[in-house]
């Protein structure tokens, strides 16, 4: 099993910042994959960013391409979503997960939520105008 405790998240203008944290306990961090993905209310969860276990890659949503940036330290067993020039519509709750194995879909390797093993419990971004 891997708790994953999120943290950050909150209310800010748009065109402002925040940062994410994901920290994992139980098995060994690294090796998990680790996915962001967002849910606004009447809306399907969608991905935002992924990483692999070691950190060198990463894939974004076309959406949050250049203004989020996904992240990873291993030694701190925490994952992490910067996310610059918010804007309105990235308002949603956030959340993170792991998985042992990610899979392409769409193109865009870890896009598909059903691939994701452990859950963070959400926080949420509120981006005003």
């Known amino acids: 099993q891997v708790q994953l405790v999120q943290s950050g998240g909150g209310l800010v203008q748009a065109g402002g910042s925040l940062r994410l944290s994901c920290t994992a306990s139980g098995r060994p961090y690294y090796n998990y994959a680790t996915g962001w993905f967002r849910q606004s209310p009447g809306k399907e969860r969608e991905f935002v960013a992924a990483i692999s276990w070691k950190g060198g890659s990463t894939w974004y949503a076309n959406s949050v391409r250049g203004r989020f940036t996904i992240s990873r330290d291993n030694a701190k067993n925490s994952a992490y979503l910067q996310m610059n020039s918010l804007k309105p519509e990235d308002t949603a709750v956030y959340y993170c997960?792991?998985?042992?194995?990610?899979?392409?879909?769409?193109?865009?390797?870890?896009?598909?939520?059903?691939?994701?093993?452990?859950w963070g419990q959400g926080t949420q971004v509120t981006v005003s105008s």
């Open positions: 997960a792991t998985t042992e194995l990610l899979r392409e879909s769409g193109g865009v390797m870890g896009a598909d939520s059903s691939q994701y093993d452990y």
